[in-house]
Nanobody, 124 residues
């Protein structure tokens, strides 16, 4: 059964860090571009960062640049999102998904097989 399962979310104070994990099963992770996305209440889902099949190409959207780092370990079927210097506006449900396209197209519409998401709350 094809699955992407996110974990690692939680409550963190502003300026803190979290490492999100996306565990893939039921398919060969190295064959797919993977992206991280988030959706805050009342807002549309937005792309955060995407990574190529081999991990040599990454893309970050404006809000993630300089603070977040995406990585993957195909041997472990895992993709990670290291988030540093978190801000209250980073509060959202974070999702991972896969795409057959290159990571430069980091839009939610080009991704599928969404996980259930993990909640990130940044608050003092």
């Amino acid at each position: 059964q094809l699955q992407l399962v996110e974990s690692g979310g939680g409550l963190v104070q502003p300026g803190g860090s979290l490492r999100l994990r996306c565990a893939a099963s039921g398919f060969t992770l190295r064959d797919w571009t993977i992206g991280w996305f988030r959706q805050a209440p009342g807002k549309e889902r937005e792309g955060i960062s995407c990574i190529s099949r081999t991990g040599d190409i990454t893309k970050y959207t404006g809000s993630a640049k300089g603070r977040f780092t995406i990585s993957r370990d195909n041997a472990k079927s895992m993709v990670y999102l290291q988030m540093n210097n978190l801000k209250p506006e980073d509060t959202a449900i974070y999702y991972c998904a896969r795409s057959a396209y290159n990571p430069y197209d980091c839009r939610p519409g080009t991704f599928g097989s969404w996980g259930q998401g993990t909640q990130v709350t940044v608050s003092s």
